[in-house]
T-cell receptor, first 111, second 117 residues
Framework: SQQGEEDPQALSIQEGENATMNCSYKTSINNLQWYRQNSGRGLVHLILIRSNEREKHSGRLRVTLDTSKKSSSLLITASRAADTASYFCATAPGGGNKLTFGTGTQLKVEL | GAVVSQHPSWVICKSGTSVKIECRSLDFQATTMFWYRQFPKQSLMLMATSNEGSKATYEQGVEKDKFLINHASLTLSTLTVTSAHPEDSSFYIC?????????????FGPGTRLLVL
């Protein structure tokens, strides 16, 4: 089964709106990461949040982590058409270096 | 920033042939590289961990004789899909962690799209 489940699977919003994606995981983690993938391309690392952190910001990105609920959220504020992509959370179960990816959220930002 | 390249970016081959995909870390050394495959509109699935100078570690269900991995240097790992069949058609992505780092962050290549006819 997937270590990470994300919802929604797909999200369509208007430019300027905020987009929120959620990720749930099953095992203990040292950190959780978010990646973006443009269609047919590789992954771009967005942000890493450690298990002892609750919230982290990077530009228009805000990530939260709730280890008691084993969940994380990614908020993109003031979205742009260029934010259209798939977003994946990833964890390394057991603190190793092998990443397990969530099912992903396909975000579409329309003009 | 750390850059990982893959070659080729796409390849079409006939069933039964073998295809080699290269993954290079351009501006850093990587003791460990990872190979993933991704089917359309699905997530990435880890296939194997490539370790420089030693044998690769394969995930459960991945045939090591089917997907040959060689990590001959600190900047190059290759994945060879042997006797490819249409069901091997997929998007193959590699990633690398800089040597000496905590290996928390992986840098991904742009991917190789394989189509087996």
């Amino acid at each position: 089964s997937q270590q990470g489940e994300e919802d929604p699977q797909a999200l369509s919003i208007q430019e300027g709106e905020n987009a929120t994606m959620n990720c749930s995981y099953k095992t203990s983690i040292n950190n959780l990461q978010w990646y973006r993938q443009n269609s047919g391309r590789g992954l771009v690392h967005l942000i890493l949040i450690r298990s002892n952190e609750r919230e982290k910001h990077s530009g228009r990105l805000r990530v939260t982590l709730d280890t008691s609920k084993k969940s994380s959220s990614l908020l993109i504020t003031a979205s742009r058409a260029a934010d259209t992509a798939s977003y994946f959370c990833a964890t390394a179960p057991g603190g190793g270096n092998k990443l397990t990816f969530g099912t992903g959220t396909q975000l579409k930002v329309e003009l | 920033g750390a850059v990982v390249s893959q070659h080729p970016s796409w390849v079409i081959c006939k069933s039964g042939t073998s295809v080699k995909i290269e993954c290079r870390s351009l501006d850093f050394q990587a003791t460990t590289m990872f190979w993933y495959r991704q089917f359309p509109k699905q997530s990435l699935m880890l296939m194997a961990t490539s370790n420089e100078g030693s044998k690769a570690t394969y995930e459960q269900g991945v045939e090591k004789d089917k997907f040959l991995i060689n990590h001959a240097s600190l900047t190059l790992s290759t994945l060879t899909v042997t006797s490819a069949h249409p069901e091997d058609s997929s998007f193959y992505i590699c990633s690398a962690s800089p040597s000496g780092s905590h290996q928390e962050t992986q840098y991904f290549g742009p991917g190789t799209r394989l189509l087996v006819l």
